[in-house]
């Protein structure tokens, strides 16, 4: 059973279904708990992307953590306990990953994380939380970069659980990279070649506070004078605008053009032919590196190191200075890096689909030996 949540996890579920689907007898259940809904969010990812319609929509929606997490888990368990999957495979950080994984382990069901490992050492995320619970549950965890594995043996993690296979993120851009290059996005925004920015922002500590968002809102009035900024917003993102004051501020703005969230195929070429990328996204920092795109991470770290070492990425916090000097600071640097993480190829979920099938069957002998002792 493969579950899938929130807009991030559609591009990490596509590949899996697609590697799970290739083995004769592996029947990959997709269930979707709705916690995104929007048809910009939710439908047009599994469209573009060609998911396969999930077999059941939980339609949890929106709520607080502790009401939406709670929804996820009492919708989940009855499917899984008629389903009986031999696995549950949860993939990410988000509410849907931490409430189906913890079902699945009470219910005795083998888990795999996917994305597993990612530290950002800071607490105060709410996916920090999720993926510290959903390591600390999982049979199989795999990982998509070294530091990944150096996080798991530090807590401790036995190494025959872990395993570093790759990134499945990234499997779904390497898949739709020519068909990205077909979108009109740019010819349909009026904008050129290196021409412009992006600004993606969604982060609680970001939007949430409107002493932060006002200092990124600070940066972006110096910025938008150098170029054009197309800006996604995120419902999260377009609510607390609505609530305060700076959306009259970024209204003001001539060059910030604020647009509805892109589907999977636009937002790819869009940001394949931008002159830089900000965004406290986790996966824009990834798609970013391999897409040679210089990208400004607006927070204070981050769980995806491996991003920064390839050079793409540099984390500039909130501070309205520094994130102007660093876009000052960037010289066309759009150039691929001269190397990739390890295994970033395309074939992550392959890799884990191999994985996930042999303990399946390793586990069901185990389980009849048992029986017949
Ligand atoms: C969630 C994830 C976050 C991920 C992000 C990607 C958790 C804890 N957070 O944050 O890790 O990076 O998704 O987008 O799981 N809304 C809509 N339409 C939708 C979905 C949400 O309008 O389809 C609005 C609702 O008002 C909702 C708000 O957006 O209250 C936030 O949605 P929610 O799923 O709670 O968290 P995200 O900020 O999207």
Redesign the pocket.
Known sequence: MIIA????NFMKVAPLMRAFQSYPYSNPILVHTG????D???RLFFEELQIPKPEINLGV???S?AQ?TAAIMTGIEPVMLSCKPDVVVVV???????GCGLVAVKLGIRLAHVEAGLRSHDRS???EI?RILTDAMSDLLFCSEPSGIENLQRENVESKKVHLVGNVMIDSLLYCRKQAAKSLVLERHGLEQKGYGILTL???SN?DDNRVFSRIVEALEEIQRDMPIVFPV??????CIQETYLGDRIKAMSQIMMVDPFGYMDFMKLMSSAYVVLTD???IQEETTILGIPCLTLRENTERPATVDMGTNQIVGTDAQRIVAAFKAIKRRNKLPETMPPLWDGHAAERIADIIIEDSSVAKQNYSLMRSA
Request: aromatic fraction near 2%.
């Open positions: 949540g929130a807009r991030p916690q995104h809904y929007d910009n969010m939710s929606g929106s709520a953590h939406q990410g950080d988000v509410n849907s990953t931490v995320m709410p996916e999720n969604h982060r609680p939007v995120h419902p999260r993102t377009r609510a996204s986790g996966g």
